[in-house]
């Protein structure tokens, strides 16, 4: 949803409120290490186009969805959103945004140090434990194992 | 490689060898549930453009390797090709490949019987403790979870 939709008072349509809402810890942890680029865009849009939850939203329209949240964060503030996400999901569902983070900070293989904190203030907003986090990591780490 | 090119006795190029031992129990996955769609194909090369250990394969070369491998899975049996990459891959490899065919047997949020069954015998090959399978199972779950099946969670089965 745009800024300008948002003054207008527009509401995302009811079948983009869930996947919105686990799109938002992805855009906001990579916002924390600087704005985010096209090829993080284009990656976070494949990570999706792999999970059910968006099996019914075009790759034109994900792709859209992610500029429009890159847009929100800006305005109003990553804490704020992650909030709204959190308050939105189910703890099942939180667990699978979490995992969205994950797997795109650990596209390169590696977790800068901005994004280390911009993960465990994640892990906390979604109300994530130790063991579930652990887990998640130790998957995504394998997943992103190189071949030497 | 095709079959043709086995018959010839050629190898895959050496910066394909464990691409395709990390690719084989994906596409043998893939073929529990019959012959795979054109759709499925083109999500496991998706797939693998996220690996590193992809990451200097072309994307039409990914898809070209998954129907190779295809072809060596019917031509030579699923348990033959999955015991070779085994044998090619260290356990952490191992480990990586089974998150894929995982990966590929839940794309669309579900796990048919048949692709659990096949998951089970390539835990097996593959030489993974119930443990870390199940760990495997629990995140791809997760990753792969719907917005309207909030229960599909598989922790506590091993």
Redo the contacts between chains.
Sequence with gaps: MSFLRKLAGATPPADEE??RAVLTPSVSAIMADGDMQSPEVR?LS??C?????FHHIEPERLAEIVRELIAEVMDRGGATMLAEAAAKL????R??AF??VV?LIM?D?KIGEHEKEALKKIEEVLGLDSGEVA??Y???A??????H | MSFLDRLRGHQPPADEIVPRAIMAPAVSAMLADGVPAAEEISQLSNLCLFSPIFAHLAPERLAEMVREIQSEIVDRGGRTVLEEAAATLPPALRETAFCFAVRIAMADGTIPANEEKALEVIAGILGLSGVTATTIYTVIAMLQRPADFPDMDLRGRD
């Design positions: 869930i996947p990656m494949n990570i186009a792999f999970s059910p939850i189910d703890h099942g569902l667990e699978t995992c969205f797997r596209a293989g887990q998640i130790t998957v995504i394998m997943m992103q194992r190189p071949a």
